[in-house]
């Protein structure tokens, strides 16, 4: 296994675009989770997931946030009507439930919004 | 609320300069405690886990231990390649579901 990819790297994008990441996790973890990062700051929660079924949600994610791990594969996060706060790097982990505290990193997406 | 706190923001170390991290938490119940070290332009990469309190893990030059309130990572004779930021994260949220990072220390080793 190749480990955890995230797809794009870099996405610059202008105000009041939708973008879309996507995420291929570790094939035999069943937890997937994303995370916000700027700089100087650690990885901040977002969601995460236990096969196909979205468990928990940061209650600082905006509705204009939406994620999907569908057939518990890879899984997308899209973010409808991009606002300048929005630029960060966007990074998805997976891990198995029997270690949650021991996750695997993406390379991450770094969103730009001009 | 779950927190973590880490210091110092920055440290910078002659090569075999060695030193410690601290990594201070607030967390009802402590279902686990972690390393990561982040590379620049890379997601964090996992180092240890601590769950109990005088636990100790090793790894090459990297020592982690545990108290009931701090978590230090020592630095063993460091090498310009153990340059990065080193993450502290606590196990969090009603079912312990989730990671809770601190903001991370830059460490800069010059040889």
């Known amino acids: 296994d190749t480990g955890v990819s995230q797809d794009p790297r870099h996405k610059i994008t202008k105000r009041g675009q939708n973008v879309t990441f996507r995420c291929d996790p570790i094939s035999e973890h069943n937890r997937l989770y994303w995370y916000r990062q700027t700089l100087g700051q650690g990885p901040e929660f977002l969601t995460y997931?236990?096969?196909?079924?979205?468990?928990?949600k940061s209650r600082l994610l905006s509705d204009r946030f939406s994620a999907e791990r569908p057939k518990g594969s890879f899984s997308t996060l899209e973010i409808q009507r991009t606002e300048q706060g929005d630029s960060a790097m966007y990074l998805c982990?997976?891990?198995?439930?029997?270690?949650?505290?021991?996750?695997?990193f993406g390379p991450g997406t770094r969103l730009t919004v001009t | 609320e779950d927190q973590v706190t880490q210091s110092p923001e920055a440290l910078r170390l002659q090569e075999g300069e060695s030193s410690s991290l601290n990594c201070s938490y607030t967390v009802s119940g402590l279902r686990g405690l972690f390393w990561y070290r982040q590379d620049p332009g890379k997601g964090p990469e996992f180092l240890f886990t601590l769950y109990s309190a005088g636990e100790e893990k090793e790894k090459e030059r990297l020592k982690a231990t545990l108290t009931k309130k701090e978590s230090f990572l020592h630095i063993t004779a460091p090498k310009p390649e153990d340059s990065a930021t080193y993450l502290c994260?606590?196990?969090?949220?009603?079912?312990?579901?989730?990671?809770?990072f601190g903001a991370g220390t830059i460490l800069r080793v010059k040889s």
């Open positions: 994260a606590v196990q969090a949220g009603e079912y312990g579901n989730k990671l809770v």
């Open positions: 997931f236990q096969n196909e079924a979205q468990l928990e």
């Open positions: 982990a997976s891990s198995l439930v029997v270690s949650i505290g021991e996750q695997y």
